[in-house]
């Protein structure tokens, strides 16, 4: 209440302030008014008297003069006249004036002097009266002077009025005032203070609600939001250091942040981790007249950023948002994540044509293609490969740029965009530590003889000390492709390969997601997800089970496939017709090329055929949603979903399937999975399937369907396991630890 009164005073004292200058103000400007109008109503009685006084003063006509006088005083509000010859002797004047003014009084005699007119407010008789005294000439001889006077007294009563109603004005805004203070400080200040100290002491002992509504805006929106950051930070602190307690009594080794963090602290010893990868972890974007920070979409954002979160250090990637270069600083650095940065990201700008070269056509037209085997012919040209050499120049020099200070770093490069970057930055400074992680799958040796670099990109590749691949079948096709078409000494028991003094060690580190199992800031509770009902209900359909499908639209994907599953699996169970609904959150990527505008247009005609042949009222049985979907909105999916279906035709690991497991607190749902993922390696406990087989798939939905909850509950479980147990931690971990023990040249 304190805060509260201390307002209230301060408003009251400025209102009080105001009302008395503004109402001053609007005194004198009346006062000045009503004065002026007496002055106009004298000066047009005297003007209209003035040519016959001075008719009667030469003429000696008394008798007339003082009829005159006596007809004209007895008007309303008029006090009376008096005329004054040139000596200053009353001529004549009203009965009312008669004891007061026999001899001229100063103002006449000014006025005379003077010869001009003379006005003003004196006391006449205790009342106030207006004075107007008006000189009487002939040809520039000043003949006398009329004096005029008016009743004032009206103008003081006047002002009182003016007064007295803005004093009433004044309670009535301080009562208004007072009451509005109130409430405004209750529902906008103190109320909600109050609610978030509540929520910090409930946070402090740790009986936390699971959902509460901040408080929002321009006062305590910042608050808000930096409580809610505290929150998310002391609720993992909280949840790790449970996490750890639990696992010193149960004698396990389950990696979480924290314990990465003082790991990376060990292994790097002071040292920064430099991340090195095409797509960036934040992008800026203008929308209308904001910018907007976002996530992009993709599994490798998903897997790095919780790394560097957790140890700190700089990450140089592509900016490709419209607003990038308008929020990086001179050096093209910028702090992330925005509300609580915890490391730098170093953006490196490309023209038009090196992106098309670099990216859109020999990443994406070659190398994705030629590694996924999914009979999409590859496609090398000269140009895209010279642009691809020349952006890989570019990211070496940033890099160099940025580990100039730097004594034995230790660098993590992503993915096939930089084949060639390890030998770049092994060239200039062989004392770095290098490591690159090959995202998607590796061919055997005949599908990667169709490259005409070949060579150089493997060269480029054993540049690194380090390669990593998910799963082991791929590391040993590297190493049979390395054997095919270089010269070097392939030691299979080490896994390794040396080439001219380099040793290059290869291996497995199957990757994976960030999930503490612990309903942690990132983790809802199964009560606060959208119910199924709830996602039906906006896409305006019906349906007993829903399936989801998470994909980048990609021919890799086996989106098609999947929907020609759904169709089969209608066609040989007609009683699901109307029950089952695939809800398909597909993210538009690499539109530029033809093959992927091509498989845009497949899968809606596909999706068209197949509703058409099955339409019902309120009823599909798949809705395809194209769009960027927040990490939000696919948790939802994921959580209401009874089937997740992933069904690639060729993949390096596939995180969708492992965060449909982390995203499963309620231990329910069915995860269908390709054979061909590397998730499958250690999923089993999945129904896995081969997606090219439509009558297998369409069987596996049928089983995932009709399978009992007692089934779905112990697989999920097994499955929520392994994905705790290997998570994106042990990833980085393992990575970064066989990297900094690498020996370098």
């Known amino acids: 209440m304190k805060i509260t009164f201390r307002l209230t005073i301060s408003l009251l004292f400025a209102a009080a302030l105001v009302a008395s200058v503004f109402t001053y103000t609007q005194v004198q400007n009346e006062r000045a008014t009503l004065i002026h109008e007496l002055n106009i109503r004298a000066n047009v009685l005297g003007e209209s008297l003035q040519e016959q006084i001075k008719e009667y003063i030469q003429t000696n006509r008394t008798v007339r003069l003082r009829r005159l006088v006596e007809r004209f005083g007895n008007r309303a509000g008029l006090v009376g006249i008096a005329v004054y010859d040139s000596q200053g002797v009353c001529v004549t004047s009203s009965p009312a004036l008669k004891s007061n003014f026999q001899t001229a009084p100063a103002k006449v005699w000014e006025s005379v002097a003077r010869n001009e007119t003379i006005s003003g407010i004196e006391k006449l008789d205790e009342k106030a009266a207006h004075f107007y005294s008006i000189p009487i000439e002939e040809d520039g001889r000043v003949l006398g002077a009329l004096l005029l006077y008016h009743d004032a007294s009206f103008i003081d009563a006047r002002l009182t009025e003016i007064w007295k109603t803005n004093f009433f004005r004044l309670m009535i805004n301080i009562f208004f005032i007072i009451v509005i203070t109130v409430l405004v400080v209750r529902w906008s200040i103190t109320g909600p203070i109050a609610q978030i100290a509540n929520w910090m002491r409930g946070l402090r002992t740790g009986k936390v609600p699971h959902s509460v509504a901040f408080p929002r805006g321009d006062l305590l929106g910042p608050l808000a939001d930096e409580v809610t950051l505290m929150a998310k930070s002391l609720a993992q602190a909280r949840s790790s250091a449970q996490e750890e307690a639990r696992l010193r009594i149960e004698a396990e080794s389950l990696w979480t942040s924290e314990r990465l963090k003082e790991h990376v602290k060990i ?50 990637a592509q900016g490709s948002g419209n607003a990038d270069k308008e929020t990086v600083d001179a050096g093209n650095h910028i702090p992330v994540p925005p509300e ?95 490591a690159i992680f090959w995202h998607i799958p590796w061919p055997n040796p005949e599908v990667f003889g169709i490259c005409p670099w070949k060579q150089e990109l493997l060269l480029g590749l054993l540049g690194a000390d380090l390669i990593g691949f998910h799963i082991q079948f791929h590391c040993n096709n590297f190493l049979e492709t390395v054997d095919r078409f270089l010269e070097s000494k392939i030691n299979w028991d080490q896994f390794s390969v040396e080439r001219h003094g380099q040793i290059t060690s290869v291996r497995p580190f199957p990757i994976s997601v960030a999930s503490s199992f612990n309903d942690g800031p990132d983790d809802k509770p199964s009560s606060s997800f959208e119910s199924k009902e709830t996602i039906l209900k906006k896409a305006g359909i019906s349906a007993s089970y829903i399936a989801v499908g998470v994909d980048r639209i990609d021919y890799t994907k086996g989106i098609v496939e999947r929907f020609k599953s759904v169709q089969r699996f209608l066609e040989k169970y007609p009683e699901f017709v109307g029950q089952f609904t695939l809800f398909e959150l597909g993210a538009p990527s690499r539109t530029h090329i033809k093959r992927y505008h091509d498989l845009m247009a497949e899968l809606d005609e596909t999706v068209d055929q197949i509703n058409w042949s099955f339409q019902a009222k309120n009823w599909k049985p798949i809705v395809f949603l194209k769009a960027h979907h927040s990490h939000e909105t696919i948790r939802e999916y994921y959580h209401a979903a009874d089937i997740c279906m992933v069904t690639s035709l060729h993949d390096g690991m596939n995180l969708v399937s492992k965060e449909f497991i982390a995203s499963r607190s309620d231990e329910d749902g069915v995860l269908i999975l390709s054979q061909f993922t590397g998730a499958s390696r250690e999923l089993s406990d999945a129904l896995i399937i081969n997606p090219y087989d439509i009558e297998e798939t369409a069987e596996a939905i049928y089983q995932a369907i009709t399978m009992n909850k007692q089934e779905r509950r112990k697989r999920m479980q097994e499955l929520r396991t392994i994905v705790k147990e290997r998570n994106v931690y042990r990833w980085a971990a393992n990575i970064i630890t066989a990297l900094s023990h690498m020996r370098t040249k």
Not at 343 to 352: E, G, M, N, P
Not at 364 to 376: A, K, Q, R, S, V
């Open 340 to 434: 609580e940065p915890a490391y730098t990201l170093r953006r490196v700008f490309l023209s038009k044509e090196e992106e098309e070269g670099y990216y859109y056509g020999f990443s994406n037209e070659g190398i994705w293609p030629l590694c996924h085997i999914t009979h999409t012919r590859p496609s090398f040209g000269l140009q895209d490969w010279i642009q691809y050499q020349k952006v890989n120049q570019k990211f070496a020099d940033a890099l160099c740029e940025e580990i100039a200070g730097e004594k034995d770093p230790l660098i993590l490069i992503q993915d096939y965009h930089f084949a060639l970057l390890p030998l770049l930055i092994k060239s200039k400074r062989p004392d770095a530590r290098v």
């Open 267 to 316: 292994e790097l010893n002071g040292r920064n981790l430099f991340i090195v990868s095409n797509r960036e972890p934040y992008m800026h974007v203008n929308n209308g007249s904001m910018i907007e920070c976002i996530i992009p979409a993709g599994g490798l954002v998903t897997a790095l950023d919780p790394i560097l979160r957790a140890c700190g250090g700089i990450w140089i």
